[in-house]
């Protein structure tokens, strides 16, 4: 897992979305099989993105408030923000793509 991944919970969620970038949250779960297909390709993208975005992880089981908050009822689900404004909402996505809708937020 990249370092450069940040993890976020009930606790750092709303600092980390309020962020002046773009935020990419990845609503995931240990035990939900697509989420482990999407995890590498997250670390890719936190690699690449560098510090102009935030590329983070929120683990629903851990954080239920969270993700009842955003009404995520699917997991993998990414939600984009913008200065803690939700801006954008995928599933299951290619590096290329999820890159592209953050640079679209700069």
Do not use: Y
């Not at 970038?21 to 690699?47: H, N, S």
């Amino acid at each position: 897992m990249s370092d450069k991944v940040q993890h976020l919970n009930s606790s750092n969620f709303d600092s980390a979305i309020s962020a002046d970038k773009p935020v990419l949250v990845d609503f995931w779960a240990p035990w939900c099989g697509p989420c482990k297909m999407l995890g590498p390709t997250i670390d890719l993208l936190a690699e690449e993105v560098g510090d102009w975005a935030s590329i983070c992880k929120l683990n629903v089981d851990e954080s239920p408030d969270i993700a009842q908050r955003f009404s995520v009822n699917a997991i993998p689900t990414i939600i984009f923000f913008r200065k803690g404004q939700r801006v954008g909402v995928s599933g299951m996505a290619t590096k290329d793509a999820l890159k592209a809708k953050l640079e679209q937020l700069k």
